[in-house]
């Protein structure tokens, strides 16, 4: 299946967003939407392994039948006809699916409510949200639908109006679906492709939760090579992959869609989100992608002050370390460390980055848990290459350690948050190569009337060049240390890969013969021209700015 026909059913649903805007806020709006596409894949998963476990018990009902005995989906007659072996049922696909879902919080339960304007339709979807929370996933999942607001004056000034709202909402969503498989690439897919949209509309605030997917495939692309030789390829497993700042976990997924279409694996991904509703994003973009809760685990906290319990290990024995991270953080986010921090484990031995920019601090804290045979790439701004102080002696510290493998520079306006071009640093721990490579592809892109684009052949030019670590004229070059220590540790990309046009050299005989020879047509034309004006009596052109 190719990835516009998987696209079609987020294109449908973004329709619809179209055809309701307005009907709530943006944002809030974007969650609802979400929320509900992830409580039809839910439901659809869990019916059909449903289905599985109970094979000819389940019950092979018409709605119009279903509806004769008071219910709205064949699993909750099921669970009528069969009460006394309900708890053994849920305990079964706990262990399967490694969720429950009351038959009466099932989507097609909620929706048939909404097609009828059901005046319970919020309390069945508040309950159904309180139970996958707190029963449905245990521990793991609370607060999921913490943002959902299901009694906000956004959605009416009262209970009557807020129901009215969602039952429209909800049917809507419902048609748009209905043509589409549940299929975990389908749902997924299409979450992801409204998350783009939805960032697409938000300017700035976009850069919370999404990072595009041409730098997502350029990141996966990069941290899934073998670190020591990428020329032999992808590695075939990666233990550990963390994003430390994973917004809606796009880049995450991408690492994982990398190994898996190049049949490799991964055991787990770890990913951190300081803002809650993008958190929950985050959470829910994981299982929609058919992952179960114990193959991924995202945080909720602040990873400069790193407030994870699994990274706050001192005992450098317990260390956790990742073959693979990948982050977008906020660019330039301003902070405050304090002289504690100094000591902190992650800075300690290069010091804190200015309280103007926090970048240095997201990479120092990334490339802490990073593997000796890892690999970290990070999108960052500019001046991290270039700014001195702080920056510049830890800039200094990660080339003379030999940590620094490559910086590419990236066209402008690739964001939506921001139209600053951004570069990538790649680090490792133990590099082979000597040198740093320089790849400047700031001329190679598609511009777009909002942002630019990176095309496949682009994303796929920078990967190979990183690969191949090949030098080419106006694009890259491996630079060695030498050169890098007599320009000052300045990594500015231009200064290593220039892509400026030499001025024409201007022969300047050549100019004056061509002078020469337009004064002397002038003066010929002139001498014509004023033949006829004798002729006919009228006043001649001068022949030169001296003649009056």
């Known amino acids: 299946m190719t990835q516009q026909e998987k696209n079609k059913l987020g294109k449908a649903l973004w329709d619809i967003a179209d055809s309701l805007r307005g009907s709530m806020m943006a944002d809030d709006f974007r969650d609802y939407m979400l929320s509900f596409l992830f409580l039809r894949y839910l439901s659809d998963n869990y019916i059909e392994a449903a289905k599985k476990e109970l094979g000819d018990d389940y019950p092979d009902k018409t709605l119009e039948a279903l509806k004769e005995r008071g219910v709205c989906t064949p ?64 521990n793991a999942f609370q607060g999921l639908f913490s943002e959902i607001n299901l009694n906000s004056e956004k959605l009416g000034k009262n209970h009557e109006e807020r129901n009215a709202l969602l039952c429209k909402v909800i049917t809507k969503i419902a048609e748009g679906i209905a043509q589409f498989s549940a ?10 492709y409204l998350i783009g949209e939805f960032a697409a509309g938000s300017g700035q605030k976009a850069g919370e939760f999404y990072t595009p997917q041409e730098l997502s495939s350029i990141l996966s692309g990069i941290v899934t090579l073998d670190c020591q030789n990428p020329q032999s390829g992808m590695k075939r497993k990666l233990d550990r992959v963390l994003d430390f700042a994973c917004g809606s976990g796009s880049l995450l997924l991408n690492v994982r869609h990398k190994m898996k279409r190049n049949d490799g694996c991964i055991g787990k991904i770890y990913g951190q989100e300081k803002n809650i509703t993008t958190y929950n994003l985050a959470r829910m973009n994981m299982i929609l992608h058919g992952m179960k809760d114990s193959e991924f685990e995202i945080h909720h906290g602040d990873s400069l002050l790193n407030d994870w319990t699994m990274l706050n290990e001192m005992n450098p024995a317990k260390k956790v370390e990742f073959d693979a991270i990948v982050a977008n953080p906020p660019f330039s986010y301003r902070w405050d460390p304090t002289d504690e921090m100094a000591k902190d484990f992650r ?80 680090l490792k721990k133990c590099k082979k190569s000597e040198d740093v490579l320089f790849i400047n592809a700031t001329e190679h892109f598609e511009k777009g009337k909002r942002q630019n684009k990176l095309r496949p052949e682009d994303i796929k030019k920078i990967i190979n060049t990183y690969k191949l670590r090949k030098e080419e004229e106006r694009y890259s070059r491996p630079v060695s240390m030498e050169e890098i220590e007599k320009n000052g540790y300045n990594l500015n990309i231009s200064r290593y890969v220039s892509i400026a046009k030499e001025d024409a050299k201007i022969d300047l005989l050549e100019v004056n013969k061509k002078l020469i020879d337009i004064e002397n047509r002038i003066v010929d034309a002139t001498e014509w021209h004023n033949k006829f004006l004798t002729e006919l009596g009228l006043p001649l052109i001068p022949k030169n700015k001296t003649e009056k």
């Open 183 to 192: 299929d975990t690439d389908i749902l997924g897919d299409a979450y992801e």
């Open 347 to 426: 800075f300690s031995n290069y010091g804190l980055a200015p309280k103007s920019a926090a970048d240095f601090a997201f990479l120092l804290h990334g490339f802490h848990f990073l593997r000796q045979d890892g690999t970290m790439a990070i999108i960052l701004p500019h001046g991290v290459l270039f700014r001195g102080g702080a920056e510049e002696r830890i800039r200094t510290k990660l080339l003379k350690d030999g940590n620094i493998d490559a910086v590419i520079g990236l066209p402008a306006n690739l964001f939506f948050s921001t139209g600053i071009p951004v570069c990538i640093l790649v």
């Open 75 to 138: 699993l909750q007659l099921w669970y009528e006809e069969n009460e006394e072996d309900v708890p053994q049922f849920e305990k079964l696909m706990r262990r399967k699916v490694h969720y429950v879902i009351e038959p009466k919080h099932l989507w097609d339960s909620i929706v048939e409510h909404a097609r009828t304007q059901s005046p319970y339709l919020l309390s069945i979807l508040y309950d159904g949200f309180k139970y996958i929370e707190n029963e449905s996933f245990e």
